[in-house]
């Protein structure tokens, strides 16, 4: 099992290029399945969870190969509709791929997704959608087997009790080639569906509303390849200028999508960074200390302060000048991260879904497991500003969303090494 060693206090500083999202990439790679044809897909982050994705486009019977950041998958041959449990294991967004095996076939097998431990993640909006699109769902010996019985799905009215982000990506899908028109109503606004959107609608699908909170979609008998570039990672981004803050240092990242990263700037920004931004560009300057974040930071489908970014700005305000105080609003386990945090020296109170974040002068090194993606993250943050050295284990979980996390690090200037 690989490590992290990682000896703190070293302030970064440099520029940085940013990945490409793997949240948008995921539900694109699933929607090539329909358009059988070919999709290239640029600026594609090279991460487990997007070599998993490929692992169920070739099981279908696509093509899909990677290289420098590319990926390009040919789906002009379907022959298999069921999704093996090993391959819907490896990750949350395999259950994305329901609809669009059911807009491309009328049919699919899947099983219960896997994914980061954080909390029951339970499915029930992506089904009860799916039978509202007259799609007749079963389950039986732990498998969820779809089908279409006039051969498709159909058009419909959808309003989600709340507006999940994979729950909107797997309407989206199983919509844009059904008979007749779909409307999401309290649909997720979140960036990554619009980047989702924007692809399906270059392979020809009509598509109107999203980054809104009602998604109208007209369904076509057709759709087809395309080149398409997937939007910037906002949470890889906002980790990054997270661990600037902590380790008093500066940052320019380039090819960044800053309106889309706003509602973390702005809380960022409460700690006293300097932060600037112009085109795709955002520049952070840390001085001395950072300063508690003074109103409660409420986790909030965006355009709330996103969930993904809770556990790395906390890592920044452990050692901040006050109070603050975190209020998790989206998963009912999401601060597994924070023993590891006390471990270090943090002082943290965790009650529910509060967490209470009293700032320390320093952190120490300590041994240390990732326990789930973001938390992971948060992790190398509190090592790089702590006194010390720090080994982080469980670091198969930060490689699933983070590109080279390691060589980001050293070119800021941080001294890390994978073991
Ligand atoms: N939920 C249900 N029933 C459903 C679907 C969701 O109760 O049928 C609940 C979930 O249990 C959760 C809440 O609704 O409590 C939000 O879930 P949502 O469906 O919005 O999240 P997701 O699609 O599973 C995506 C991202 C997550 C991100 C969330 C929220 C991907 C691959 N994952 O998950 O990203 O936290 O939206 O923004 O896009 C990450 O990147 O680290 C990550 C966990």
Do not use: W
């Not at 791929?97 to 491309?104: D, I, N, S, T, W």
């Not at 009328?106 to 029930?124: A, F, K, N």
């Amino acid at each position: 099992m690989q490590k992290l060693i990682i000896n703190g206090g070293k302030r970064l500083r440099g520029e940085i290029k940013l990945q490409g999202s793997k949240n948008s990439s995921l539900p694109i790679m699933a929607g090539a399945v329909l358009c059988g044809g070919e999709c290239v897909l640029n600026n594609c982050p090279e991460l487990t969870d997007i070599y998993s994705a490929s692992r169920i486009l070739n099981h279908l019977g696509c093509k899909c190969r990677f290289s420098e950041n590319t990926a390009v998958i040919n789906s002009a041959d379907i022959n298999v509709t069921e999704i093996p449990e090993k391959l819907m294991r490896e990750m949350r967004s395999s259950i994305i791929f329901m609809g669009a095996v059911l807009g491309r076939t009328g049919e699919c097998i899947v099983s219960m997704p896997g994914g980061c431990e954080l909390g029951s993640r339970p499915i029930d909006m992506h089904i009860s959608a799916m039978r509202k699109m007259g799609i007749d769902v079963k389950e039986s010996h732990g498998k969820i087997i779809c089908h279409a019985p006039s051969g498709k799905a159909h058009g419909a009215k959808i309003s989600l009790p709340f507006p999940s982000v994979g729950a909107t990506e797997n309407i989206i899908l199983c919509a844009v080639t059904a008979d007749g028109e779909t409307i999401i109503n309290n649909s997720a606004r979140e960036p990554e569906i619009s980047d989702l959107c924007g692809f399906l609608r270059a392979c020809g699908a009509e598509i109107s509303g999203d980054g809104e909170s009602r998604i109208v979609i007209k369904g076509k008998n057709k759709l087809h390849g395309c080149d398409y570039r997937i939007m910037p990672d906002r949470i890889a981004g906002a980790t990054y200028l997270a661990m600037t803050a902590c380790t008093g240092g500066e940052i320019i990242l380039t090819d960044a999508c800053v309106s889309e990263t706003e509602p973390f700037i702005s809380v960022l920004e409460q700690t006293g960074c300097t932060i600037t931004t112009y085109d795709n560009r955002i520049y952070l300057r840390s001085g001395s200390r950072l300063k508690a974040v003074r109103d409660r930071i409420r986790t909030m489908p965006h355009p709330g302060f996103p969930t993904d970014a809770q556990a790395v700005l906390m890592s920044a305000l452990v050692t901040a000048d006050g109070v603050s105080v975190f209020e998790e609003n989206i998963f009912d386990c999401r601060y597994r991260h924070t023993d590891a945090l006390v471990k270090m020296g943090a002082d943290i109170q965790v009650l529910g879904k509060i967490a209470v974040i009293k700032g320390v002068s320093r952190l120490h090194g300590a041994e240390i497991q990732a326990t789930d993606l973001r938390g992971g993250a948060s992790m190398v943050n509190a090592a790089l500003s702590a006194e010390g050295t720090s080994e982080i284990s469980g670091i198969h979980h930060i490689d699933r969303g983070y590109e080279k996390i390691e060589n980001v690090v050293r070119l800021l200037g941080g001294d890390i090494r994978r073991v």
